[in-house]
């Protein structure tokens, strides 16, 4: 059932330099199957750092980070890109749209970076995908015709793609009004309950928090607060 564990991980900048900085201390944190958590804290409290890690963007100082009970830290860097572009997907707050390409290809991309040339299935997939998240209609387009909740929703159903065990977004409705916010929380809500991946999305925002069925909570680099709701 577990999908992600850390155990005593600490990650420091700057290591060996006389401005050497530990932002996280000792992290022990484990995400099942099914989890759908949100990690909010303050400023600088070190959310992004621990979602780069869990990423696999970068690597602890000391500690573990398993993934489906694999231990990352002897992995080379191709294993890391495969897993970041299979079991584990990423919805960034500036989601990283490739303007240059059709909002489908924008939605292929993760499958054609890992299996080449698009086949009928894949874009069968991704077609579905865009469908899902209501925007069937705007395949062809390029990203910045479409607002940034569409957008944003381009950039989940890229995430969904590869099918992730775990799915991780950074404030992915930071900038958006109320009415979109909502609906892309809805999407991941879904995902969650369709194809019971685990679900963490860091946000400030105490509504997207409240409707999550489990809080961490991040000061100073320890967490300070992890409840389940249900
Ligand atoms: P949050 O996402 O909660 O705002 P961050 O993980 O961005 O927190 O930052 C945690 C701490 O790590 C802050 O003190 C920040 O200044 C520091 N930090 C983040 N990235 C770097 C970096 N690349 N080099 C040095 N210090 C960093
Ligand atoms: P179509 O009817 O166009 O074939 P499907 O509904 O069968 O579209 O979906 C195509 C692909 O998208 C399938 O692989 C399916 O697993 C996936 N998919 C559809 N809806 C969702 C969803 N809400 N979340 C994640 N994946 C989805």
Do not use: W
Not at 81 to 110: C, E, K, Y
Not at 141 to 167: D, M, Y
């Amino acid at each position: 059932n577990e999908v992600l564990r850390l155990a005593g991980v600490c990650k420091a900048y700057d290591v060996g330099t006389p401005v050497e900085n530990e932002v996280l201390h000792a992290i022990d944190l484990r995400l099942d199957r099914g989890t759908f958590a949100s990690l909010t804290g303050p400023s600088g409290s070190g959310k992004s750092t621990l979602l780069n890690l869990i990423g696999l963007l970068d690597t602890p100082t000391s500690g573990e980070l398993f993934v489906l009970e694999r231990p990352t830290r002897a992995m080379d860097d191709q294993e890391r890109t495969d897993l970041r572009g299979g079991t584990i997907g990423l919805v960034f707050q500036f989601h990283h749209l490739i303007q240059a390409f059709s909002v489908l290809d924008n939605v292929l991309m993760p499958l054609m970076i890992r299996q080449g040339r698009p086949t009928a299935a894949m874009i069968d997939r991704a077609r579905g995908l865009l469908a899902a998240v209501g925007l069937a209609a705007l395949a062809s387009r390029r990203p910045n015709e479409l607002s940034g909740g569409q957008q944003q929703r381009v950039a989940i159903a890229r995430a969904l793609v590869s099918e992730p065990v775990l799915l991780l977004a950074d404030e992915p409705t930071g900038n958006l009004d109320t009415v979109s916010a909502d609906e892309v929380f809805e999407l991941f809500r879904r995902f969650n309950a369709e194809h019971d991946c685990a679900v963490l999305i860091v946000t400030h925002d105490p509504r997207i928090s409240a409707r999550c069925d489990r809080v961490i909570e991040l000061v100073d680099g320890h967490i300070v607060r992890d409840e389940a709701k249900r």
